[in-house]
């Protein structure tokens, strides 16, 4: 009579979620019994199979935390599932019939656990109970080309009134003019200061460019206008206007690069679980009398993120939920302009100085507001070891925000600025242009040379550039001496050689000649500057050194 089997237990279905110590002997000892023929292998199989569903149906508890733990898997929004059709069925542990009994019994206990990671990970890159907003999307492709799905319009192709096809072979078209522009820039900063003129290869490209942009049409033709209304009649704003005709291929082109590039930056802020589809984006803020579009993903709290409009006073800049609390808020707010001491005024404009360490919600608030719309900002709360020179614009009812910038109490690199904003309804008005020339203003009465933390911001550095192209042909326009020192400069400007260095460089006035860098006076470029200026006139939008009262703060 045939010897009989103990129940084996199956790798990682044991009771206690573990393996049995003893697993890998029985495994031995069976395969021994099996080869000697003893039992028929159909049998085998058959009682193996009746053992496996007697013990599914016995706890069902395994059928739905098949990777024994105490909790289901999480979703990719950090939440558990909220039913079964979420959890993925396709793993290797989630079905069980007699196949894969079959398989279980011969397969070693390391080989099963590999599997899990790689469900785990589709979990967290894909929710497929997600869909797109755009009516008629199936989710299926991206507008950079890179990806399988979307779910946002930002990605989503049928908005942009393109295939996925087409955007794939978009994405291989500007990786191969990223790549020649990779080499071209290596190729030109290996002698940056000895070739300040244009390559012949750059001038034949800026003139197809000029070309390009003088060959497009002056406006819409009468049967493109027709299909551009009827295209906007049809779908209204669930897809974008149509953008052909409308500018030069080129500067069309560029739009699109832009967008792709910025919906990558949303589809990597995604997959680290920076933002998720559809929530915790705060979209719109109400900030005093206006109401601003946010850039940039910023770490509030997740009950007021995922609401994705927030109410912020503009004085104190606390940030509520609704307009029924702002209203009662502002009711019974007694600020009306920033904490710290008032350093600098001259007729509307203000700038107070606040101190991270004494004035924490404050400046905690303050860059919180601020990474709306900055893309590099890191700093959130560890705001005590900075000092914060905000600058106001007063009228009847107080100060209101136009923009701040941040610096460090004790900067070994002589950093000037850390963090630098304009709010986006004081942009374009000459306001960052006051912020910067304050922070060299502080720098000059500390008797130091400064220089901004980088990285720079897209905008921070347009910014900066323009300011130190208009302090050195101020300088040059005033300069009456035919030699001409880096470090001179410098040493009036506040301003770090390394940045005038560069600032030449663009501006072509910095030549390698007999072994030594000379700078060139180019006077069209000064001329077109004092012509700016005298068109420009008395503009309020200048700092008064005379206005400034502040001494250089002592050690904290």
């Given at each position: ?10 790798p ?19 395969n ?59 793993s ?17 206990s390391d ?5 899990r ?14 869909k ?18 979307h ?24 990786d191969?003019?990223e ?10 900063s ?36 027709e ?12 897809r ?9 291929d080129y500067?069309l ?5 832009a967008?792709?590039?910025?919906s ?35 770490p ?9 409009r ?28 920033p ?5 600098y ?38 705001v ?74 897209d ?17 040059m ?32 006035m ?19 500057w ?9 503009s309020?939008?200048?700092i ?13």
């Amino acid at each position: 009579m045939p010897r009989r089997r103990q129940q084996r237990p199956i790798p990682g279905s044991g009771s206690d979620g573990t393996e049995d110590s003893d697993s890998s002997a029985e495994r031995e000892q069976t395969n021994s019994s099996e080869s000697d023929g003893n039992l028929p292998k159909r049998q085998r199989l058959t009682r193996a199979s009746t053992r496996l569903s007697q013990s599914f149906q016995d706890t069902p508890d395994l059928k739905r935390a098949v990777d024994h733990d105490e909790s289901p898997p999480l979703t990719p929004t950090g939440n558990a599932p909220s039913s079964e059709s979420e959890l993925d069925i396709s793993s290797p542990n989630a079905s069980h019939d007699e196949s894969q009994a079959k398989d279980q019994t011969s397969r070693d206990s390391d080989k099963d656990l590999s599997h899990r990671p790689k469900r785990r990970r589709c979990h967290e890159t894909y929710n497929f109970n997600m869909k797109c907003p755009t009516p008629g999307c199936n989710s299926l492709g991206h507008l950079t080309g890179k990806h399988e799905r979307h779910f946002a319009v930002s990605g989503c192709p049928l908005y942009h009134n393109l295939s996925a096809d087409e955007c794939k072979v978009k994405a291989v078209t500007r990786d191969k003019q990223e790549e020649e522009m990779k080499v071209q820039e290596e190729n030109n900063s290996r002698h940056a200061t000895r070739h300040q003129t244009p390559t012949s290869k750059q001038s034949r490209y800026k003139e197809q460019v000029n070309e390009m942009r003088k060959g497009r049409n002056s406006g819409l033709q009468k049967e493109q206008k027709e299909k551009h209304m009827e295209h906007r009649q049809t779908h209204g704003n669930t897809r974008e206007p149509l953008l052909e005709n409308i500018t030069s291929d080129y500067d069309l082109e560029l739009f699109r690069k832009a967008q792709a590039r910025a919906s990558e930056d949303l589809e990597k802020l995604r997959i680290h679980g920076q933002i998720t589809e559809g929530s915790n984006m705060i979209k719109t803020i109400l900030f005093g009398r206006y109401e601003l579009d946010t850039w940039y993903h910023s770490p509030y709290p997740e009950e007021y993120a995922r609401l994705g409009r927030l109410y912020v006073c503009e004085f104190c800049l606390k940030y509520m939920k609704s307009q029924t609390i702002l209203r009662r808020h502002m009711a019974k707010c007694v600020w009306k302009h920033p904490p710290g001491d008032e350093v600098y005024r001259k007729s509307a404009i203000s700038v107070f100085e606040v101190d991270g360490k004494k004035n924490k919600i404050y400046c905690q608030n303050l860059c919180l507001l601020a990474k709306l719309f900055l893309d590099h900002k890191t700093l959130y709360y560890d705001v005590e070891p900075f000092l914060f020179y905000v600058m106001t614009e007063a009228d009847n009812t107080g100060c209101h925000l136009v923009g701040y910038f941040s610096k460090e109490k004790n900067s070994f690199l002589n950093y000037n600025v850390s963090c630098i904003l304009t709010m986006p309804q004081y942009m374009r008005q000459g306001f960052g242009k006051m912020l910067i020339d304050f922070s060299y203003l502080l720098s000059k009465v500390e008797e130091k040379v400064g220089s901004p933390e980088r990285p720079l911001s897209d905008l921070g550095l347009i910014s900066y550039r323009s300011y130190w192209k208009e302090v050195l042909l101020r300088y040059m326009y005033n300069f009456q001496g035919k030699e001409i020192s880096i470090k001179e400069i410098s040493q009036e400007t506040a301003v770090n050689p390394v940045d005038i260095v560069s600032t030449l460089q663009s501006l072509q006035m910095l030549k390698y000649w007999k072994g030594k860098h000379l700078v060139l006076k180019r006077q069209d470029l000064i001329d077109e500057w004092k012509a700016k200026e005298i068109k420009r006139g008395n503009s309020n939008k200048t700092i008064d050194p005379t206005s400034l009262k502040w001494t250089p703060p002592k050690g904290t």
